[in-house]
C-alpha cells in the first residue's frame, strides 16, 4: 500500500524558514521524479517543484531563488527547504512523485504571518 507521509510544517514569520520532509512507502523501486505541490485556501493545488534522480529540478518561478529541493539518502525520500518565506507561501504542501500520481498524503500545514 502507497503511503505519503509529509511532515516539518508550522508556524513562522515572514523571512522565516523551514524544512518540509517527505517519505514514500510501499515502492519498492527508486522513484525518479518526486516533488511538492502546494494548495493555498481557496485556491487550486499548485507544483512549487520537482527534481528528477538525475539531480535535474524545476521550480515555480514564485519560489525560485527561495526553496530549494533535494532529495534524501533513503530511497523515495524527499526534502523542501524553504527560506525568505512569504506570507503568500502559507498553504498545505503535499509531497508528490511520479510513481504515485493521484495519491496524496495528509499534507504538512505551512502558515507565515506578515
Known amino acids: 500500500q502507497v503511503q505519503l507521509v509529509e511532515s516539518g510544517g508550522g508556524l513562522v514569520q515572514a523571512g522565516g524558514s523551514l524544512r518540509l520532509s517527505c517519505a514514500i512507502s510501499?515502492?519498492?523501486?527508486?522513484?525518479?521524479?518526486m516533488g511538492w505541490y502546494r494548495q493555498a485556501p481557496g485556491k487550486q493545488r499548485e507544483l512549487v517543484a520537482t527534481?528528477?534522480?538525475?539531480?535535474?529540478?524545476i521550480y515555480a518561478d514564485s519560489v525560485k531563488g527561495r526553496f530549494t529541493i533535494s532529495r534524501g539518502d533513503v530511497k523515495n525520500t524527499v526534502y523542501l527547504q524553504m527560506n525568505s518565506l512569504k506570507p503568500e507561501d502559507t498553504a498545505v504542501y503535499y509531497c508528490?512523485?511520479?510513481?504515485?500520481?493521484?495519491?496524496w498524503g495528509q499534507g504538512t500545514q505551512v502558515t507565515v504571518s506578515s
Open positions: 508528490w512523485s511520479g510513481a504515485t500520481v493521484g495519491s
Open positions: 510501499g515502492i519498492t523501486f527508486s522513484i525518479n521524479v
Open positions: 527534481i528528477r534522480s538525475g539531480g535535474l529540478t
